[in-house]
């Protein structure tokens, strides 16, 4: 089982970056799939999206600014961060929650069975 994310970086506040979560070595249309940051300590959900699709969730901090979205055929999920603020600067970890056929969207680190490394994002001017 694999979770590969890419696309974080080093943007100037206001900016956008798109990243991307690549899932190889399950079902991943079974499988909601959320974003989770932490920075420094505490991880915490940022939005996740049911295996479907169909239903979504997104932190406070970040509703109106970030969109989580799905490929199945690719399997790959995306979160679209626009708006950046200094306060968004942390590791994003996507993470792999097997739902199937239950719509679930939880914030529950423990109902994730697989988890990424990683990425960075550092919103700085």
């Known amino acids: 089982v694999q979770l590969v994310e890419s696309g974080g970086g080093l943007v100037q506040p206001g900016g956008s970056l798109r990243l991307s979560c690549a899932a190889s070595?399950?079902?991943?249309?079974?499988?909601?799939m959320g974003w989770f940051r932490q920075a420094p300590e505490k991880r915490e959900l940022v939005a996740v999206v049911s295996w479907s699709g169909g239903n979504t969730y997104y932190a406070d901090s970040v509703k109106g600014r970030f969109t989580i979205s799905r490929d199945n055929a690719k399997n790959t999920v995306y979160l679209q961060m626009n708006s950046l603020k200094p306060e968004d600067t942390a590791v994003y970890y996507c993470?792999?929650?097997?739902?199937?056929?239950?719509?679930?969207?939880?914030?529950?680190?423990?109902?994730?069975?697989?988890w990424g490394q990683g990425t960075q994002v550092t919103v700085s001017s």
């Open positions: 070595g399950f079902t991943f249309s079974r499988y909601a």
């Open positions: 993470a792999a929650d097997h739902t199937y056929p239950r719509g679930r969207t939880s914030s529950v680190l423990d109902d994730y069975d697989y």
